[in-house]
Each structure stands twice: as C-alpha cells, then as structure tokens.
C-alpha cells in the first residue's frame, strides 16, 4: 500500500519551497485557496436540494465495449515502489489491461524535484510506442484528515501542470493537513479542504483546463479514518468528480508474500482503531471480507447506506501495485556521491530527484503484497469510445464492475420495463443507470455472462457458482451523514450457475415495483461464505473473514465479483 515517509517531507521550509514552486509557475497558493473556498461554498448549497434525477426514456442502453483498466499503480517515482514504468506497462500488457493509470504518492520530491515531470517525459514516450493501451498519469492524494485517493486525468498540456498544483496546494501531508486533533477544530479545517480541493478539481474540468478529471477513495477502511460523513461530503462536492471508493483494496496479496505471517490479511488490512478513526466503525470493520473493504462487502452497510440516498456513489478494485509478491527485483544503489552520501534516509535520498534508481533482478525473492496490474484484481469499464475520455466517462457513468483472479471473462447487465404501464415499450438500462418505471411494474434484470475459459496466474480454471441480486429501497438524503446501515437492503435471491461455461443469460424479474429502488450484483466462486455481518436473513451466503493461519489469506482460494448498482425511479 504505502510506507510512511522518513525525512525532511513536511515542515515550514518546505512549504515555503512549495509557494516558490507555485510562483514560478505563475501561481498564487492564497488565491487558489480563497476561490476554491468559494466554488466549495456555492457546490454544497446548490446540492442541499438537490434529488436525484431520472433519466430519459431509453437514454441509458449504450452500445458497450468492456475495457480491463487499473487506476492506482505506483514506479519508482514513488518513495516506497521500485518498478519501472516500462515494467508495469509491459506486465499490463500481459494481464490483458487495456488501461491503466499512474499515481505515484504526492511529496516534494514528486511536486519539485522533476519527479512529476520526468514521469511525464516517460509517460509520454510509452504513449507512443503502445498506442494500444491508454496510460493515465495521475497522483495519489493524501486526503486532508484522511485516507488517500486517486486523480486521474486525460492527456494534454495541462496534465502534469494540474497535478503538481494539486499536491502542492491540497495535499494533506504536504501542507500538514494529516491527522487533526480530535475534538479540536483542526478536524473541521482539514475535513473542509478535502471538500474546496475536489471543488477546485471540478473547476479545471468546467473551464476546460484539461479536458477531464475524476477521483476516488482508496482503501477506506485499512485505518477507519475516512467517515461515512466525509465520503458524503466528498461526493457532494463535485459528484461529477468524486466518483467513488476503492470497493477492495490493492496489496491482495499480503497474506501469501514472501514473508507473510499469521494473521496478515489482504489489502494489508492488520490495523486496531486509533485517536484518528471514526468511533463509529466497529473493530471488524478493519478486517477484509472476501477480500473486499467492510464498508462494500456488508450488505446493508456503508456503501449501501449511500446508495440509499439514490446518489451516484461507484465502487472499483486496483493493484495498488508497489512490490509484487515473491519477483526478485530489487532497488539499485544511489550514486555514490554527494548528496546522497550525506543524506540520513531513504525518502531524503530519493526526494534529490523523485525517483529511485532502477531496479535490478537479484535472483531471490523479495518481499512484497501486491500483484501486477491485471493479475489479480481487475476493473472492466465499459466506454462508448475507446480513449482516455470514454474510460473517464465509462467510470463516472457507473458502467464498471470487478473481479478477483479472472473469476469472470465477461458480464452485461440490462435492465427492462416488462408491463407497459406507460413505459412506452421502452429499452433497457446498464450498470450505474437509472430506469424510470410506473408504479406497479414489473421490471427484468438481465444478467449475461461469459464464464473463463483459460486459467489464471495461479493455474487456476475460475469458476462462477453463484450471483446474489442485492437491493433496497431509496429512502433519500441520509437524516444521519454517517449512517452505517441501510435497513431495507437484502439479499434479493441467489441464482445457482455452477457448472455453466460459454456464454450464457440469466434472469430475475422483480415483480410490481412500488416505491424507487436500487439493485446490485455480486457473485464467488463458492468456495468460502457465510452469514453476512447484519445476518443470514440480511445475507445468507455472504463474504467472510479470513482466518489468522498461515495461508487463510490465499487469494486464490476466495474470489468475488461485484457490480455497480442501478437505480429504479418511480415516477
């Protein structure tokens, strides 16, 4: 995931580096903080009436093409990685990613020191020389007061320039925003900067500074510091740029690495409450369920308490890629001269210019949590148009699902009125869609699969058992913003498909639909579920826990699918 950074990373003479960063650039951190305050401001009071709005008729059943992507991976223009970036695209390519975005963690040694931009030359180079895989750069933000996300913008001339600006201005670690004081109101400040910097992100995307930007939570519950009040708020401030969360976690492999103990757990997901953490969160709620993060495996939880509002809020899976387990590459040595004699520590030593020395092979393996992008985790996107902004689109759509060890080739979900009760005989919807229906319609949820037809990288044939159709009620805004619970969502029905291969369709129909709903899907290779956390007549073959032995943690041996919802409006 990440290693803490040791060394001359935060205080006030290197923010006084960062603003003379910014002015050579042209730019003021006082009036790029006071306008985003602003944009902030109006977003929040024009959200405050806002109610989700139904789609047009038939306006939400594209033609689709899925694309593999992976939108959180890490080279050794981040502190705690030591990939190339020709060695993550070239594992890319043989994972069959069609897409896949660099977020190398926000420092100075990134912002200043020709991290970013170096990145950038490298970036652009392998652009052209694979014109067949979309390369995102990108950043992973430390959140004001929180977790990390990822930013991922289109190609341009603006790109690199926008994200150096926002680590400089906005980075939680950069500006000393990190871990607020609880009970003081440092929390409120830094709680409203993670709202004005993703205020500020839209605005670049309104003015057309680049062409698009989108951003996510990554690994919200590995320290229970992300509220359900924040995720809210984040969504709310730009909803067209705060597009989700990570629904599982990178770093899968933890438990199976090379110096993998008992107890370790995917996504590296080992930690205890803090001064720092929602009180709210219950101790499991820092532990992986399948694989995938509390607050989306949880029927009826967090994630499901937000779907219930009828918002927009998406889930997708990544690599998280910094060191992968059990290869035998290693970091190379620094120059054998000053500066990097004198300096104390790795991240001072890297920080000279952003980058670490390139790896070599050692022939023995090293440690490592994480598999390569495509190996293991994968987000399918479905774009109308193959390009970097059809896969910004395709995610802020909600037109994504995720799968674990290949456990799907393919999946399409449609959507249907069956009674024409005023419907006009309309066509369906997709995943992340809103169907708008007469009341007492029946509508058709159809589910066509492609079962994996070749094995995974760990040799295995993956086999679908089953697909759970989940769903509640929208009951509107959330009386409390850091709801945990939405009551009414359950499982719906189980469909058995065990023993299917090829393509193939199954259906459930929900019958006389009476009030607005959502519905998503979710489905394993059966192999390890149990009562879900609220229940078995919440959930009765859900998700579990891993054990704490050595080699409970097998990613292999538990693999999920989930989808994004769709919404169905009464009307």
Known sequence: MCTEEKGAGGNNASLELADAELQTMGLSRRRILQSAGIMAAGSAAALGAARPAAAAPGSNDPQLTWLVGDHHVHTQFSHDAKYMIKQQLDAAEAYGVDWLAFTEHSNFGHANNGGAVNANKEIKTQRAARPDLLIFQGLEWYIPGAEHASVLVTPGPNEVNLLRTFELV????????????????QVETFERKAVEAIAWLAEQRRTGYVDDVVALANHPMRLGIDSPHELRAWRDAAREVMIGMEGAPGAQGSGVGQFAGPGDQRGEYTNNPSQFSFAGYPADAYRPYGGFDWATATVGGVWDSMLAEGLPFWITSSSDNHLTVKDTWKTGPYPDREPYLSLPSEFDRWSVEGKRPDPFDSGERQGGSDFWPGQFSRVHTGVTERSYSGVLQAMRNGRMWIDHGHLLQGLDVRVRPLRNKGNNGRNGVTLGSRLSVRRGTDVEISITITATDYRNAAGI??????????????????????????????????????????????????????????????????????????GASVDPAGPIRHGNNLGDADPWADTWFYANPVFIDVI
Do not use: M
Not at 170 to 185: I, R
């Open 461 to 534: 044939l993956p086999r679908l058992a089953h697909v759970d159709v989940i769903g509640g009620p929208v009951t509107g805004p959330a009386a409390d913003r850091d709801s945990l619970r939405a009551e009414g969502t359950t499982v719906w029905t189980q469909l058995d498909v065990s023993g299917r291969a090829g393509t193939f369709t199954i259906k459930h129909v929900v019958r006389d639909v009476q009030e607005s709903c959502y519905f998503r899907l979710r489905g394993s290779d059966g192999k390890r579920h149990g009562a879900g956390y609220h």
């Open 170 to 185: 906005w980075d939680g670690k950069l500006n000393q925003w990190e871990k607020p004081v609880p009970g003081s109101a």
